[in-house]
Structure formats: structure tokens, C-alpha cells
């Protein structure tokens, strides 16, 4: 775990901590991996006719294919072939061309635990790979894991060739915080959620909607301060507790952003993380915690997924507003709410058109033997990753009836109808 997290960091940039998480979460899919045989169950009806069985099998599909990005390099990886190659398929490879070395490590991994060789193969590259992989006649299903713009020309360029694809895409996701939240547990869920890993998950908290007014000022005030204590440097630095971005790019990119959300939509800059200074590493790709209060949905700042370590505030009257802002948004990865009422809960997650809720919890990212359920625009696809759903996207259904009927017994003379058998031609 600690090469792979080394890796990680080195590539990617995140702290070692959550390089570590990473892995773990990569590793809690193999687990149920291992465990799969229940799942691959199928059903069977004996005598649905007389003398007639049906069974339904599960079957491999043959050659299957992954497509990686580059924020969570293990983890991501982990999430493909554990589960295509242990319901029976081969399975294509391709890491983030920006971050691959940990691919390549789990890869020799897992042909040192015993994986045949050619079960699972990784390719590098870029759009061309991508290409081939949606066109090839052989490969039957495609995870892809990425942007809404990766993710739509995957999914249309995939199903355009007959393909099973999965395609998990951007996200907005919005923590709801009623007054009477828990502060201080508030306070540090919202902070780990969206600054943490630099902000570049897709189940980050980008976006805080705090319902009552007076409310986003309380909370904003004690999150700059606990934001502000969070230090800024190279992932493999001793307490680091945010990395660089992906890249110069992404950089100037998410700082653009920060700066017209003042400059142009009038929103303040409650905790600004531009040209944040840190020693030994001048030309790093780093971004300070920012904090944008005051924000309308109209903002490119809220519209947009920043992917970086910034946290758009927005204030409503309701929590029937807050569920219509929610719904309002084009994507439905994760949503959270933080209160002390269960009828306040229990209303939000029924009414959420997100497939992911947290009730006190900022990053409801599941267990494996539950599913990644994105909905809406963070999801192209039927059946979606981990879980049961996982295993139904890797396997097909085979339905087998068969009849064993006894003929010599149809054949016999029946008293009474002497001359007249059941195989006579004609017989009813």
C-alpha cells in the first residue's frame, strides 16, 4: 500500500493520506470481488411444465474494457477489473495517460497473486486509444470513469457499436445545512469534503446551500477560519493537507473562475486560495482553500464543476428550495444534508432527485457490495458500478429448458383405451 500510495502522490499530487485512502477504497472491491460466487447465482423452476426445468446462468461476457481517470488512479482501477475478471472476463486497461504508474503496479500485483497472463492488460494513451477501444468488434463492455464530455462521447460512440457501456461523469454536489445543524461537526465535514484532495474527486462538496437567513454568514465565518488552518504542500510533505492540482492547466483554469465569480457575478471571496506561496515549490500547481459567498445559480462558478479546492456558498429560505436547487442542477451524483431532524431527513432524501444521500454523512460514497448510483447528468447507462449492478454489467443471462421426459412411461397402455397410446400419431 505504501508503494502505491507513493506512486500516487507522485503523480497525481494528493497528500499520502488520501493517496491511502485511494488504495484501501480500491482494495474494499477486491474484497467483494473474492466473495462473488453468491452473486453469480442464478435461478432455476423445476416442473414449470410437466417434465420441463428452466434455469437461468450468468455468463461472462469475453472481452471487456476500462477507461481511467487520472484523480484517482488506484482506486478507479480497482473498481474495473477486480469484478470483470472475477465474473469470468479478460479486460482492456487504460489508466489516465497523466498518473498510469499505478495501474502498471496493481497490474504485476495481480499477476503475482495468480491472474492468468492476458486477463488483464493495460494500453496507454490517449483520445486514439479511447477510439479504438469504443470501435473494436471484441470488446463487448466499456466502464468508463471520467468528464461529462469523456463520458458522452464514450457512451454514444460505445452503444453506436453495440456495446454495453457504463459512463460515470461530472457532478454538483450540494451539502443542504439547516440551522440547526451540528456546528462543529458541520464545520469539519464541509471542510474534508471540499477541499479535500485538492477538491478533484467527483463526490466532492462544491457547492453549500444553508437554508435560513443569517445561516451561510455563521457558517461561512468559522469555515474560512478552519479552512485556513489546513497547510498547502507537496503531498509527500509531512502534514500536508492539500496537494496541487492536476496541472498548470487546471490551475489557471479554476483561478479563472474564482476571479470572475467577484469581478463579473458581484460574489465575495469569503477565503481566496489564489497565489498561494508555498517554500521549495514555486512553480507548483497549487490552490489554497477558497471559499465563494453569496452565490446565485446563474454564477459561472456554481454552474461549472471547478474540480479544485473551492466552495460556492449559496443561501435559500426553505428546504423545499433547497430541494428544488438541488433538482434544478443538470447533474445528480451526490447530495448531503446536515440537521438534527429526521422528518427534515427523511424529506430530503424521498424528494432528491440524486442518486447518492448523505444525512449527516458529506461523501456517501458507498460500500462495494452496494452500487455507485449517479443519476441524471453525472450518469450515462443502465447498470452501474460495484454491487450487484457491477456483476450484471460484466455477466449476461443464459436461459436453459430442458425436458427429460419419461417417453416409456407416455408410451404405456392406458386400460380402457387399449390400442390407443400417447405416441400414437394424433393422440391428444
Not at 464543476?305 to 435559500?316: A, K, N, Q, Y
Not at 443464459?398 to 397402455?413: G, I, L, P, Q
Request: aromatic content about 6%.
Amino acid at each position: 500500500m505504501d508503494e502505491l500510495a507513493a506512486s500516487v502522490t507522485k503523480e497525481q499530487g494528493k497528500t499520502l493520506a488520501d493517496a491511502r485512502g485511494d488504495v484501501f477504497r480500491g482494495l474494499e472491491v477486491v474484497e467483494y470481488a473474492c466473495g462473488i460466487a453468491s452473486d453469480l447465482m442464478g435461478e432455476s423452476v423445476e416442473n414449470v411444465s410437466a417434465g420441463i426445468d428452466t434455469v437461468s446462468l450468468r455468463q461472462p461476457l469475453g472481452v471487456t474494457a476500462g477507461i481511467c481517470p487520472f484523480n484517482f488512479p488506484a482506486m478507479i482501477p480497482l473498481w474495473m477489473f477486480p469484478l470483470a475478471t472475477a465474473t469470468g472476463n479478460t479486460m482492456l486497461l487504460k489508466p489516465s495517460e497523466r498518473d498510469p504508474g499505478a495501474a502498471m503496479m496493481l497490474a504485476e500485483l495481480a499477476m503475482q497473486a495468480g491472474l492468468p497472463k492476458g486477463v488483464l492488460n493495460i494500453v496507454h494513451g490517449a483520445h486514439d486509444v479511447v477510439n479504438t477501444i469504443c470501435d473494436h468488434p471484441d470488446i463487448k463492455a466499456i466502464g468508463f470513469v471520467g468528464s461529462d464530455a469523456g463520458g458522452k462521447h464514450v457512451y454514444k460512440r460505445g452503444c453506436t457499436a453495440g456495446k454495453r457501456v457504463q459512463a460515470n461523469m461530472g457532478a454538483k454536489n450540494h451539502a443542504v445545512v439547516l440551522p440547526d445543524a451540528n456546528f462543529d461537526a458541520t464545520i469539519a465535514a464541509l471542510t474534508g469534503a471540499a477541499f479535500g484532495a485538492a477538491g478533484q474527486r467527483c463526490m466532492a462538496i462544491s457547492a453549500a446551500v444553508f437554508v435560513g437567513r443569517g445561516t451561510m454568514d455563521r457558517f461561512c465565518e468559522a469555515l474560512a477560519v478552519k479552512a485556513k488552518s489546513l497547510k498547502v504542500n507537496a503531498g509527500w510533505e509531512a502534514g500536508a493537507d492539500i496537494g496541487p492540482v492536476i496541472s498548470p492547466q487546471a490551475k489557471t483554469r479554476i483561478e479563472g473562475i474564482i476571479g470572475r465569480a467577484a469581478d463579473k457575478d458581484g460574489a465575495t471571496i469569503a477565503l481566496d486560495g489564489r497565489g498561494v506561496v508555498v517554500p521549495n515549490y514555486p512553480n507548483g500547481n497549487f490552490i489554497g482553500p477558497t471559499i465563494i459567498s453569496g452565490v446565485t445559480p446563474g454564477m459561472e462558478c456554481y454552474k461549472e464543476e471547478v474540480f479544485g479546492p473551492v466552495l460556492s456558498c449559496l443561501e435559500v429560505d426553505s428546504l423545499e428550495q433547497a430541494i428544488s436547487l438541488v433538482n434544478s442542477n443538470e447533474h445528480g451524483n451526490g447530495t448531503a444534508i446536515f440537521t438534527k431532524s429526521g422528518a427534515a431527513a427523511r424529506k430530503f432524501q424521498h424528494a432528491v432527485d440524486v442518486g447518492m444521500v448523505g444525512v449527516n454523512v458529506p461523501i456517501p460514497v458507498p460500500l462495494p457490495f452496494f452500487s455507485f448510483t449517479g443519476w441524471r447528468g453525472s450518469f450515462n447507462g443502465d447498470l452501474q458500478m460495484m454491487g450487484k449492478m457491477g456483476v450484471q454489467f460484466y455477466t449476461r443471462t443464459k436461459t436453459v429448458t430442458t425436458s427429460w421426459r419419461d417417453h416409456s412411461a407416455e408410451a404405456m397402455v392406458i386400460p380402457g383405451l387399449a390400442g390407443v397410446g400417447a405416441s400414437t400419431p394424433g393422440a391428444k
